[in-house]
């Protein structure tokens, strides 16, 4: 996908933005499935290194290709701290979590990513307005009820990876737009899913993790659709959206994600998701469309 400007139709949005909107609520929210079955054979932190890695490689040689210049010293550093956050604890954290806690309810979780966000965008003196500050509330109250359910409740070490992989992901969101800048455009993602590859290959390294053999089909398939779809079509598509879409439209995968994933979990995975924790999912997502409305306004 290139970043020519498409503006939306009169009688509603374009083709072009409803694709993109297509890749990152259909896409993204069918990733953490396949993260769980690719976990059958990639043991977590191997498959988000190796994934991050041979995205990062492709998007790389498409950009240079097309003539793009490589990052600079400074930018491949920033793309090392916001890949080592973002890719090293963000991903491989969640990926850890969903060896004991279904899908469905590690993306509900994830869905405070905004709400964390907005809180770190305070050390930047980033004042909510009282919508958002009522978003956060009642947000935080949707995950203190999740945490309180039969998934998290039963898997502290899976409460504790997604907890760290929330913290982590938000701080380096925080920190690419305030202290760490990365390369513009697709060279900035493909650079920070090398660097962050790197980090993601040591702590499989460091934790001895090892595949296991045999390589499950299921497991392999997986693997490749994290690369082609999740990394490589999804952060376009984002991308596409960022640059043509209002912000409340292209951040909305962020409270779309998780039903979706929950619904996947349950119907190809039989997962098993009680209706307190589909309430609790439900605060959640309306504590983030509230952040979203009211940042907006």
Known sequence: MNSTTVAPTQAGLSPRILVCLA???????????AIKFALISFPPFFQMGTRFLAAGVLLAAWMRWRGKA????????????????????????????????????????????????????????????????????????GVLMLMQGQGFSASPVGLLAISIACLTWSLGSVLSQRVFPLAPGAMGFASEMLAGGVVLILISLLRGEALQWPLQQESVLAWVYLVVFGSLIGFNAYMVLLAEAPAGLATSYSFVNPVIAMLLGVAIAGEHISSFEWAAAGVVLMGVVLLLKGRRS
């Open 23 to 33: 890749a990152t609520w259909l896409v993204w929210g069918s990733t953490y499935l």
């Open 70 to 141: 490589w990052p600079s010293a400074r930018q491949w550093l920033n793309a090392l701290v916001i890949g080592a956050l973002m890719l090293g604890g963000g991903m491989g954290f969640t990926a850890t979590a969903e060896q004991t806690v279904g899908s469905g309810l590690v993306v509900a979780f994830i869905a405070v990513i905004p709400l964390m966000t907005a809180a770190m965008n305070l050390f930047w003196k980033v004042i909510p307005t009282r919508l958002e500050m009522l978003g956060m509330a009642i947000g935080l109250v």
